[in-house]
């Protein structure tokens, strides 16, 4: 048995379904470019028949994607598959991944099909695929809830009909590591053409055991593995790309299994996509959190300045944990700092790098130590952004504890071309910022969600906040980075409100096209 594991990485498709990961195109392509850095086998780009704005994120990463696979989702019908082609077929390694449901509830209930007209479904859909390329993959929907007999004629239909990669996903995180392991191995051992096909699992963490489900399938011969940066996704999220990869590795013994991926762009990729969606890595989270290396009971301090490997079972460095050095400051020219960001995977035109290089100079002021995680937030706050409707100038704020007046902001901002100012008061100083914001937009959206996270350590560490807008049936998340909050806080408000004009003009020009 080839011992071979393949990393099928979903973020950009499931992950992105996670509420409040949106992400634009600029951001998209970024993390889509990070994938590659990491080593990730193949990523699913989205699902193109979902919106006009998928299918077009999805070929512009596609098109962009040098030797990695490029896959699009698509429902087991011809709109779907067509559209998913259109989409993925400009990427040098195209896959299709189409998948229809195959549990006696999801047949009965969602689909209201008979077992023998689903089997005709997937023979037709898979050949259909097949008909575009030879990289086919077929997921059966709730497979972890199916009948294993039936699961067997599944995936036998499928294969014979052209598909190369299977997938029987726990859509609903039901299952439980011993008898998922059990499924897969059933399937494997009792469909006839099972080896001419590779096997694949995607789990979901309702229940807390897609990473133990997904390795549990491995061992007994599923070699794909479904994953996602930081374990993001529907619900409660998927398996996460970081912790398969670091077992696997870590108890290689075990395992005996091997991968492409650089486990040193692990913690990178994962800062990268914690920046792009606004929300912070988690400190006791597995593999990338803070505490992940961190030691405060005495007992363990006292054997890690014995011997590191009596309470690590692996280095930070193996996971891109390494510790910063003062490398781009106030000095440095503008070659340092365009190493520095290549160093990092951020390929930067004269025109982004010139946005960035003065962004550097104005943040070096301000702090004494540039870290890569402030560097980091700097690409996104200066390059990864669509052209804005709005653009915050200058803002100010007075605020006291003392009683009589109320805290006050002062806003300088471009609308639309034309400066604008305004001032208000509000009960703390975020809510005068917001309220005069509001007032010169004639806007009164709801603020759903306000969160800032330190960047880095120390006083004087970029704040980072994330702010989340409800307007009607739109929402919208907008983030924002400075070393003072409250300017952060403003950045990050007139972010959503840019990101929220987007969405509702795109809503538009949608329901015109189709009025």
Same mark, same amino acid.
């Given at each position: 048995?080839?011992?071979?594991?393949?990393?099928? =990485?979903?973020?950009?498709?499931?992950?992105?379904?996670?509420?409040?990961?949106?992400?634009?195109?600029?951001?998209?392509?970024?993390?889509?470019?990070?994938?590659?850095?990491?080593?990730?086998?193949?990523?699913? *780009?989205?699902?193109?028949?979902?919106?006009?704005?998928?299918?077009?994120?999805?070929?512009?990463?596609?098109?962009?994607?040098?030797?990695?696979?490029?896959?699009?989702? *698509?429902?087991?019908?011809?709109?779907?598959?067509?559209?998913?082609?259109?989409?993925?077929?400009?990427?040098?390694?195209?896959?299709?991944?189409?998948?229809? $449901?195959?549990?006696?509830? /999801?047949?009965?209930?969602?689909?209201?099909?008979?077992?023998?007209?689903?089997?005709?479904?997937?023979?037709?859909?898979?050949?259909?695929?097949?008909?575009?390329?030879?990289?086919?993959?077929?997921?059966?929907?709730?497979?972890?809830?199916? =009948?294993?007999?039936?699961?067997?004629?599944?995936?036998?239909?499928?294969?014979?009909?052209?598909?190369?990669?299977?997938?029987?996903?726990?859509?609903?995180?039901?299952?439980?590591?011993?008898?998922?392991?059990?499924?897969?191995?059933?399937?494997?051992?009792?469909?006839?053409?099972? =080896?001419?096909?590779?096997?694949?699992?995607?789990?979901?963490?309702?229940?807390?055991?897609?990473?133990?489900?997904?390795?549990?399938?491995?061992?007994?011969?599923?070699? %794909? *593995?479904?994953?996602?940066?930081?374990?993001?996704?529907?619900?409660?999220?998927? *398996?996460?790309?970081?912790?398969?990869?670091?077992?696997?590795?870590?108890?290689?013994?075990?395992?005996?299994?091997?991968?492409?991926?650089?486990?040193?762009?692990?913690?990178?990729?994962?800062?990268?996509? $914690?920046?792009?969606?606004?929300?912070?890595?988690?400190?006791?989270?597995?593999?990338?959190?803070?505490?992940?290396?961190?030691?405060?009971?005495?007992?363990?301090?006292?054997?890690?300045?014995?011997?590191?490997?009596?309470?690590?079972?692996?280095?930070?460095?193996?996971?891109?944990?390494?510790?910063?050095?003062?490398?781009?400051?106030? /000095?440095?020219?503008?070659?340092?700092?365009?190493?520095?960001?290549?160093?990092?995977?951020?390929?930067?035109?004269?025109?982004?790098?010139?946005?960035?290089?003065?962004?550097?100079?104005?943040?070096?002021?301000?702090?004494?130590?540039? /870290?890569?995680?402030?560097?980091?937030?700097?690409?996104?706050?200066?390059?990864?952004?669509?052209?804005?409707?709005?653009?915050?100038?200058?803002?100010?704020?007075?605020?006291? =504890?003392?009683?009589?007046?109320?805290?006050?902001?002062?806003?300088?901002?471009?609308?639309?071309?034309?400066?604008?100012?305004?001032?208000?008061?509000?009960?703390?100083?975020?809510?005068?910022?917001?309220?005069?914001?509001?007032?010169?937009?004639?806007?009164?959206?709801?603020?759903?969600?306000?969160?800032?996270?330190?960047?880095?350590?120390?006083?004087?560490?970029?704040?980072?906040?994330?702010?989340?807008?409800?307007?009607?049936?739109?929402?919208?998340?907008?983030?924002?980075?400075?070393?003072?909050?409250?300017?952060? $806080?403003?950045?990050?408000?007139?972010?959503?409100?840019?990101?929220?004009?987007?969405?509702?003009?795109?809503?538009?020009?949608?329901?015109? %096209? /189709?009025?």
């Amino acid at each position: 048995m080839d011992n071979k594991v393949y990393f099928f =990485d979903t973020t950009l498709r499931d992950g992105e379904q996670s509420p409040g990961a949106t992400m634009n195109l600029q951001e998209k392509l970024r993390l889509a470019h990070q994938l590659e850095v990491l080593g990730v086998d193949i990523m699913e *780009a989205g699902f193109p028949a979902s919106s006009p704005g998928d299918f077009e994120s999805v070929r512009s990463i596609a098109q962009q994607a040098g030797d990695i696979q490029v896959a699009g989702l *698509a429902r087991c019908v011809d709109n779907d598959i067509d559209r998913c082609w259109e989409a993925v077929k400009v990427a040098r390694r195209p896959r299709i991944h189409t998948f229809l $449901s195959t549990s006696p509830l /999801h047949m009965k209930h969602k689909l209201r099909k008979e077992p023998e007209v689903v089997l005709q479904m997937i023979e037709a859909g898979v050949r259909r695929c097949a008909g575009y390329t030879d990289n086919v993959e077929f997921s059966a929907e709730d497979a972890s809830r199916s =009948d294993k007999d039936f699961l067997c004629r599944v995936v036998e239909t499928a294969i014979k009909a052209g598909a190369t990669t299977i997938n029987l996903p726990d859509t609903v995180g039901y299952a439980q590591p011993d008898e998922f392991a059990a499924l897969i191995k059933y399937v494997i051992e009792n469909t006839p053409n099972s =080896d001419k096909a590779i096997f694949s699992v995607h789990c979901h963490n309702d229940l807390g055991l897609a990473v133990a489900n997904t390795l549990a399938a491995l061992r007994v011969g599923a070699r %794909q *593995a479904e994953v996602t940066i930081g374990g993001i996704g529907e619900r409660a999220g998927n *398996a996460a790309l970081e912790e398969v990869v670091m077992a696997l590795r870590v108890r290689h013994d075990l395992y005996h299994l091997e991968h492409s991926i650089r486990t040193e762009q692990l913690y990178p990729s994962c800062r990268l996509l $914690s920046m792009t969606i606004g929300q912070p890595i988690a400190n006791n989270k597995a593999i990338v959190g803070a505490n992940a290396f961190a030691h405060e009971s005495g007992i363990h301090q006292d054997g890690m300045l014995k011997n590191r490997e009596t309470y690590e079972i692996m280095t930070p460095q193996s996971v891109g944990r390494t510790e910063s050095s003062l490398v781009i400051g106030k /000095h440095s020219g503008r070659n340092a700092v365009r190493n520095k960001f290549e160093s990092m995977g951020y390929k930067l035109d004269d025109e982004q790098l010139q946005l960035v290089f003065e962004a550097v100079k104005k943040l070096a002021d301000c702090k004494k130590t540039l /870290h890569d995680d402030d560097l980091m937030a700097l690409v996104q706050e200066e390059v990864y952004r669509l052209p804005d409707r709005f653009r915050l100038r200058h803002v100010s704020v007075q605020s006291s =504890d003392a009683g009589g007046v109320p805290p006050t902001a002062a806003v300088l901002m471009d609308i639309d071309g034309m400066e604008r100012s305004g001032a208000g008061f509000g009960v703390g100083p975020v809510d005068a910022i917001f309220n005069v914001i509001n007032d010169m937009l004639g806007r009164e959206p709801e603020l759903e969600q306000y969160a800032i996270n330190a960047i880095t350590s120390g006083t004087d560490a970029l704040g980072e906040v994330t702010v989340r807008l409800g307007e009607g049936q739109y929402k919208a998340v907008g983030r924002g980075a400075h070393p003072d909050i409250l300017v952060a $806080s403003a950045r990050a408000y007139v972010n959503a409100l840019n990101n929220l004009a987007k969405k509702k003009k795109e809503g538009e020009r949608l329901h015109c %096209q /189709h009025g």
